[in-house]
Structure formats: C-alpha cells, structure tokens
C-alpha cells in the first residue's frame, strides 16, 4: 500500500492560480502513475489529469485542458497541479491517486484504476 498526501488548497478568486502538491511513499511508489481527481458537492468524483510513472506522458480531462498542468518529481516523491485561470467551478475536493500496477492508458480516467488515495484537499473559487 502506498501512503498519499495532498496539501495546498485553499480559498481563491476566480482567473487565480493554486498550486497542488501530493506526496508519496511506500514500496515502489515511484514505479506508479499519478492521477488527480476532484469532487465537487452533490456530484460524483471527475477526473483532472494524469501523468505517466516517469512524467513522459500525460492526459487531462476536459475542463483541466489548457488550464491545468500535472508534473512529478520522482526523487522526492512528489506530484503537483498547476491550475490557472480558475473558475468557481473548479470548486471541489481534489485527490491525488497512485494507479493500480498494470493500468492500460485506456483506463485512466476512472477511478477504480487507482488503489491508494489521498485524503484530499479543498479548493474554493469564490467569483
């Protein structure tokens, strides 16, 4: 099992930019892509973005394109989203995930490609 972190949330106004950080550790934990979902009141949990174990790759959900970045530094463990231009409706909870050994690039986007979650950090766009 592998432990996850989230911290960086908070309180921001629209067209801001907040920061995310997600750490990681565990065996191997290194070894494993990262997603980062969110979950916005009274709706199901949506996916944000994802990158490759070796950051080689990425793939974003639609609302994040072009706004958001996801990166990683492997030595330290770490993942992060970048989030610009930010809208209330980017109000949620956001998780970061380390993805099950094996995932297939065609599964990434959901949520039961992940078995270890953070506990997840808020983030609130006031307009």
């Known amino acids: 099992q592998v432990q996850v972190a989230e911290s960086g949330g908070g309180l921001v106004q629209t067209g801001g930019s907040v920061r995310l950080s997600c750490t990681f550790s565990g065996r191997t934990s290194n070894s494993y892509p990262i997603g980062w979902f969110r979950q916005a009141p009274g709706k199901e949990r949506e996916f944000v973005a994802f990158i490759t174990y070796n950051g080689g790759n990425t793939h974003y959900g639609a609302s994040a394109k072009g706004r958001f970045t996801i990166s990683r530094h492997n030595t330290k463990n770490a993942a992060f989203l970048q989030m610009n231009s930010l809208e209330p409706e980017d109000t949620g909870v956001y998780y970061c995930?380390?993805?099950?050994?094996?995932?297939?690039?065609?599964?990434?986007?959901?949520?039961?490609?992940?078995?270890?979650w953070g506990q997840g950090t808020q983030v609130t766009v006031s307009s």
């Open positions: 995930a380390v993805a099950r050994a094996g995932v297939r690039w065609t599964e990434v986007v959901g949520a039961q490609a992940y078995d270890s």
